[in-house]
C-alpha cells in the first residue's frame, strides 16, 4: 500500500477538501459583495477570498479589477489559475484513478462523475445566475465521496490515508481563515467589537459551515473570544482545530496497527499539536492569534510531510 497508493487516496482526499472549502469562500463572497454598500466595498469582499485562498499574487500578475464574475471565474476555471477548483478537481480524479484497484466502487464512481458534472458546468463562464448551482455541485461532490468512503471501505490502510489527507487540509483551511480574518478582513484594531466586527465573525463561521452550530452552543452570541474558541477547541465541532488534529491521531494510530508499529510522525504529531489539548483561548489572544495559528499551520504543515516521508510518497 505504501508509496503510490498511498499517495493517491491521500491527494485525493485533500484536493476534494479543498475544492469544497474554496467553494464556500466563493459562496461567502458573493452574499457579502451583493449587499455591499458600493462597488469598492464590493471589490473589497472579493479581494479578501483572493487572499483567503491564497491566489491573490497570481491573481494580481493578470487582473488589475476586481469585479465578481472575473474573480470567481478566475478562481472556479481559469486555465491560467493552476490552483483553480477545476483543476482541484482533475488532481482529486487522477488520484483516484491511479489507486482505483484500492477503492471502492462507490468511491470511484462519486468522484468520478462529480468531475464529469463539473466539468461540463465550467466549460463555459460562470454567470452569477447560475453560481449557486455551481457552488453547490462542487461541495455535493465532495460530500457524495466522503459519504462512499464512510459507507463503503475497509477501515484499513486506504481508509486512514484518505482521513488523514482531508483533516490535514481541512485543519489547514479553518486555520488560515481565522488568520486573515484579523489581517485582512479587519480594517483596523478600532473596527474590534463593532457591528463591522461582528458581521465578519459571522462571515467567518458561515466560510466553515459553523454558523448554525455556534448559534446553538452560544445562543447567537457573536463574542470574538468564543467564536476563536469554537473554531480552535471545540471538540465536537468537525471543521477545528483540536477535531481535526484529533481524527489525524486517530487515523494514525489506525496506521500503526496496520503496519505493526509507529513512525516518527505518531511523536511529531504528539509534540506539535498536543498544545492544543493543553492551551485556553485567553491565553491564545494573550499570545497573539496571528502567531498562534501561524505556528499552528507550520506544525500541521511538518506533521504532513512527515508522513508523506515516512510511508514514502509525495505531492
Not at 509507529?262 to 491564545?284: N, P, Y
Request: contains cysteine.
Amino acid at each position: 500500500m505504501l508509496g503510490r497508493a498511498a499517495n493517491g487516496v491521500y491527494w485525493m482526499a485533500r484536493y476534494l477538501e479543498r475544492a469544497e472549502n474554496t467553494a464556500r469562500l466563493i459562496d461567502v463572497g458573493f452574499h457579502l459583495a451583493l449587499t455591499g454598500s458600493s462597488k469598492d466595498s464590493q471589490h473589497d469582499e472579493w479581494r479578501s477570498v483572493l487572499t483567503t485562498a491564497g491566489l491573490i499574487e497570481d491573481y494580481e500578475a493578470l487582473y488589475s479589477d476586481f469585479s465578481g464574475p472575473q474573480v470567481f471565474n478566475y478562481i472556479l476555471r481559469d486555465p491560467e489559475n493552476p490552483g483553480s477548483v477545476l483543476k482541484m478537481l482533475e488532481y482529486a480524479r487522477t488520484n483516484a484513478r491511479v489507486v482505483r484497484t484500492s477503492i471502492t466502487n462507490s468511491v470511484w464512481e462519486a468522484t468520478n462523475e462529480g468531475w464529469m458534472t463539473l466539468k461540463d458546468m465550467l466549460a463555459r463562464p460562470v454567470r452569477e445566475t447560475n453560481l449557486g448551482e455551481v457552488l453547490t455541485a462542487i461541495r455535493r461532490t465532495g460530500t457524495l465521496v466522503r459519504g462512499a468512503l464512510e459507507g463503503t471501505m475497509l477501515r484499513n490502510e486506504v481508509y486512514n490515508f484518505a482521513r488523514i489527507g482531508t483533516f490535514i487540509e481541512r485543519a489547514d483551511n479553518t486555520a488560515r481563515i481565522l488568520d486573515v480574518k484579523y489581517y485582512v478582513l479587519l480594517p483596523s484594531n478600532a473596527w474590534v467589537g463593532s457591528n463591522l466586527d461582528n458581521q465578519q465573525w459571522d462571515t467567518l463561521l458561515r466560510s466553515v459551515a459553523g454558523n448554525r452550530a455556534f448559534s446553538w452552543l452560544n445562543a447567537g452570541s457573536m463574542d470574538p473570544r468564543e467564536i476563536a474558541r469554537f473554531l480552535i477547541l471545540d471538540g465536537q465541532f468537525p471543521r477545528s482545530l483540536v477535531f481535526c488534529a484529533e481524527n489525524i491521531r486517530s487515523n494514525l494510530a489506525g496506521l500503526a496497527k496496520e503496519y505493526g508499529g509507529e513512525t516518527s510522525a505518531h511523536a511529531l504529531l504528539r509534540d506539535k499539536l498536543s498544545r492544543l489539548h493543553q492551551i485556553e483561548v485567553e491565553e491564545i489572544f494573550d499570545q497573539g492569534l496571528h502567531e498562534f495559528l501561524q505556528d499552528f499551520i507550520t506544525r500541521t504543515n511538518e506533521v504532513g510531510a512527515v508522513i508523506a516521508a515516512d510511508y514514502r510518497f509525495t505531492e
